[in-house]
């Protein structure tokens, strides 16, 4: 019986949705990413080998899975090519399994450059990956799409007339220089061959492969405190990188949904700028981030950037909890807590003396708020690596009950290192 699932972050990103996505895999047939572009740094670990994703859905690495990118994905196609052929290169054939909607938007060189050109005047912290001008384009109906591309006099002649809006922008407001039209195109006319042969109708294709009876698993990027609607806007992605995100890229309705599994991990983290409660400084922060040295340390997937590093934050999961509708909690990065002597969950917000239960809407206000914490023994032994319920020392078992509690969702998952078999049941 086919059993579609979702697996979507539940803070700022990063929460760890890709080893969870290469853990439930190994149960759908088809992994389907559907929001966001290569801002995504998804890891996962097997053996001694490290793979970062950022828009081949995670679970091809198991050789008979098909992917899927989504029509309200944004695309750098000559950088999806490349992606996949390093991966290749390290494991099975990837590009033969793949589909790319036809609706996908292109990012284009263009829309690399006018991201760090307006990230340099508004400081979100973007990841300069043109996300949020393609996105700009698509929603102003200036966008390119995988369908144009196909069309090569189309697409010589979309990118002509865009290129040109675009010089004037960079020269005029941003004071840069005019892109030559011969580097936006060239990229394009050698990988035609290889890329226009998967993109396809992916409507079409899902449906084919729901009637079949084929289990679908939706891959999550970002978090949902990103989320354009939802998120801590301005300071969010340019999608909705919550469940939302699904239905009008994948143009299948709504009720093929079985499952939704929010990713959290133990405690907070956020890369880029923007409000953060729970939000820790000096010392603990370093021991939380670790050196950069280690497999799993907060330094980001994509960016390289160091991850700022903070409490659990229970007023903003539950914001998220809701806002996707969860049915099954996944908890990442127990293990990072194992030394720590005590550990804070914040339970609410005092805003200006006033207490606040519910994540304001506002960043000028979440910025504001000073966190309520209670405070927890901790366990202060080693969680690493286990892959039993029953050997979790009791103070990290009362932990993740504490959080089934507060949430009111049950924990189907705990992941207790980056490795594919660092995990377990928890029930
Ligand atoms: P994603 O974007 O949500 O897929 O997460 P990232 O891959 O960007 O970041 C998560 C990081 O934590 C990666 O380096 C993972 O290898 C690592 N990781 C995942 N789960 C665990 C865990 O349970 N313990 C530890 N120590 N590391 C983990
Ligand atoms: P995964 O899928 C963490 C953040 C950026 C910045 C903001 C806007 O690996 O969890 P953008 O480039 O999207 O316009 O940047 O969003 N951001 C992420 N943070 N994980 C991600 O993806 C992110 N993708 C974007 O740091 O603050
Ligand atoms: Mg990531």
Redesign the pocket.
Known sequence: MAFNRIVV?LQ????G??KVVDVLASEAEIVVRFQ??A????TVVIGDIKYVFHLVPTGLLYPHKLGVIGGGMVVDLPGLLEEAQALESNGPAILNRLFISERTHLIMKYHKLW?EYE?ERKG?????????PAYTDKIARKGIRAIDFCYPNHFRTLVTAHLQEKNELFTRIYGKPAVALKDVLEPYESIRNLLAPRITNTAVLLEKFQKEGKSILFE????SL?DIDWGTYP?????N?TVCGIPGSIGLGLRMIDEVIGVTKAYT??????PFPTELFGELADLIRGTGHNIGDEF????G?P?RCGWLDLVALKHSIRMNGVNKLAITKLDVLDKLPEIKVCVKYLYKDKELEHFPAADYILSECKPVYRTYPGWQCPTRGLTNQKDLPPGARNYINMIIEELGVPVQMVSTGPCRQDQLTFS
């Open positions: 972050g700022w990103g990063d929460e949705k890709a966001g572009g801002n995504a740094g998804h991201d990230d979100i912290g973007t990841t300069k990956r043109g996300i949020g999550g990027a970002q978090g990103l300071f969010v992605t340019s999608s990188s983290t956020r890369v880029g700028n923007g980001g997937a994509t960016t950037r991850r």
